[in-house]
T-cell receptor, first 115, second 117 residues
Framework: AQSVSQHNHHVILSEAASLELGCNYSYGGTVNLFWYVQYPGQHLQLLLK??????LVKGIKGFEAEFIKSKFSFNLRKPSVQWSDTAEYFC?????????????FGAGTQVVVTP | GAVVSQHPSWVICKSGTSVKIECRSLDFQATTMFWYRQFPKQSLMLMATSNEGSKATYEQGVEKDKFLINHASLTLSTLTVTSAHPEDSSFYIC?????????????FGEGSRLTVL
């Protein structure tokens, strides 16, 4: 069965530290990849997405992610986090064939940035 | 960017009553809409996929008769929680994928928090 796994459920780090969140999926077909962020009390927002082309994708707020097809991974990175990056981060994979498509989300990673 | 609106954002109802939640795509035609449920501190769980003009496809374990989904137009999908019980209390979120969003991109509604007393 297809699945999306995020390696860490909780991450706590200090301001200015670097952040990397892991995301792996299990599906051998065509995928589109996304990272969403959910700030406290707000709805999901798209951080970045990968459809095709350069596997290193830059998103909003200084985030980037790299698609490594051979590893079925799409890890999210930010070189220097801020307190305002405290949020929950979800990796999502859109798995598609000629006849159907399906989104699947990871369980989420709660990130807390301390001053 | 594309906007998806949900209504109501909060609803409290008595056990045994039915509640309808609307999901509208405001500035694009949504051929496909998805309904999710989110429990506290957990990820989104896909409940069903709704294609305009056809029956919804439900995920395993989701009761079709309990969670009625109607996608009658390209801009509106509704989720009706029938005979709601306290265990149905949750955060329900819709998302839409359509022409404005490009292939495979989702736009999310703000969510609807249901509390069943």
């Amino acid at each position: 069965a297809q699945s999306v796994s995020q390696h860490n459920h909780h991450v706590i780090l200090s301001e200015a530290a670097s952040l990397e969140l892991g995301c792996n999926y299990s599906y051998g077909g065509t995928v589109n990849l996304f990272w969403y962020v959910q700030y406290p009390g707000q709805h999901l927002q798209l951080l970045l997405k990968y459809f095709s082309g350069d596997p290193l994708v830059k998103g909003i707020k200084g985030f980037e992610a790299e698609f490594i097809k051979s590893k079925f991974s799409f890890n999210l990175r930010k070189p220097s986090v801020q307190w305002s990056d405290t949020a929950e981060y979800f990796c999502a994979v859109y798995m598609t064939t000629d006849s159907w498509g399906k989104f699947q989300f990871g369980a989420g990673t709660q990130v807390v940035v301390t001053p | 960017g594309a906007v998806v609106s949900q209504h109501p954002s909060w609803v409290i109802c008595k056990s045994g009553t039915s509640v309808k939640i609307e999901c509208r795509s405001l500035d694009f035609q949504a051929t496909t809409m998805f309904w999710y449920r989110q429990f506290p501190k957990q990820s989104l769980m896909l409940m069903a996929t709704s294609n305009e003009g056809s029956k919804a496809t439900y995920e395993q374990g989701v009761e079709k008769d309990k969670f009625l989904i109607n996608h009658a137009s390209l801009t509106l999908s509704t989720l009706t929680v029938t005979s709601a019980h306290p265990e149905d209390s949750s955060f329900y979120i819709c998302s839409a994928s359509g022409l404005a969003g490009g292939h495979g991109e989702l736009f999310f509604g703000e969510g609807s928090r249901l509390t069943v007393l």
